[in-house]
C-alpha cells in the first residue's frame, strides 16, 4: 500500500482533528432520568397513576436478545374511556424507548405482545394514555443473564 504526502498530511490532519475535538467513541446508554424524561414527556407532565395497565415481562431473561412482554388496559374501548397509546421503555438500553402502540375503539381492547432486547438488568416501565388525558404506569424489574445489546 502506498500512501502519497497529500494522503498523509490528510490523515494527520483528520487524526489532530479527532484529538482536538475529543470526539471518541463511547457507549451511550440511556439512564433512568433518560427514561423519567420520556414518560413525563408523553404523559404531559403529569406523574402517571398506577393501576388499570398490566405489564407482563420475566423475572429472569437468561437470554437478553429476545425478551417476551405483553401488555394490557383495563379499559371499555369506548367514550372517554379508550386507550389511544401505551409506550414500552427501558432504561438500561443505549435508547430507552422501545415500542408505542396505537389503538382506537374499532382495536376493541388494548393489549399487545411483543419481544424486546435488553442490554442488562433494568427496568421495563409501560405508559398507558387515555382519551380524557390520564396516564397509567406499571414497572418490571427483568434480571439478564446474557445481556442482548452487545453485553
Known sequence: MNINRREALGFAA???AFAVTGLRP?????TAEDAEKRIMEFA?????ETGKLTLVAPEIAENGNTVPISIEVDSAMSGDDVVE??????????????ATFNFTEASGIAA??????LAKTQNV?????????????DKK???????GCGG
Do not use: F
Open 112 to 117: 399487545a405482545t411483543t419481544r424486546m432486547r
Open 44 to 48: 404531559g407532565g403529569k406523574m402517571p
Open 125 to 137: 416501565i409501560a405508559v398507558a394514555r387515555m382519551k380524557d388525558g390520564t396516564t397509567y404506569m
Open 26 to 30: 463511547v457507549p451511550a446508554l440511556a
Open 85 to 98: 397509546q401505551v409506550m414500552v421503555l427501558a432504561d438500561g438500553n443505549p435508547n430507552p424507548d422501545v
Open 14 to 16: 483528520g487524526a489532530a
Open 141 to 147: 424489574e427483568v434480571k439478564v443473564t446474557i445481556g
